[in-house]
């Protein structure tokens, strides 16, 4: 039996209620959620059945067991975000 892909996802805006479904009709199990809001982050999590929640990505980077990291943030913060992750030795979407 293949590993699933744990992922955690990095803003937790309506982008959010699409990529979601997209990792997990593909394998993936979705651990966490990151968003600097985290009210956000504790509703996309309850409304996704997601069970961790961080209020930075640093922190979910440092603290979570990820594979992968899918930031869905507004396109100015894509790049910082990305390294972030990289940097974690995660993969990135």
């Given at each position: 039996?293949?590993?699933?892909?744990?992922?955690?996802?990095i803003g937790a805006g309506g982008?959010?209620?699409?990529?979601?479904?997209?990792?997990?009709?593909?394998?993936?199990?979705?651990?966490?959620?990151?968003?600097?809001?985290?009210?956000?982050?504790?509703?996309?999590?309850?409304?996704?059945?997601?069970?961790?929640?961080?209020?930075?990505?640093?922190?979910?980077?440092?603290?979570?067991?990820?594979?992968?990291?899918?930031?869905?943030?507004?396109?100015?913060?894509?790049?910082?975000?990305?390294?972030?992750?990289?940097?974690?030795?995660?993969?990135?979407?």
């Open positions: 039996m293949r590993k699933r892909i744990r992922i955690g996802i982008m959010s209620a699409y990529h979601i479904p997209g990792f997990r009709k593909g394998g993936a199990e979705v651990v966490a959620i990151a968003d600097p809001n985290r009210a956000a982050a504790e509703r996309c999590a309850k409304a996704h059945g997601v069970g961790e929640v961080y209020d930075s990505a640093e922190r979910m980077l440092k603290e979570a067991k990820l594979d992968a990291v899918s930031v869905i943030t507004p396109n100015r913060f894509h790049a910082p975000l990305a390294i972030a992750a990289l940097k974690a030795g995660k993969h990135v979407f």
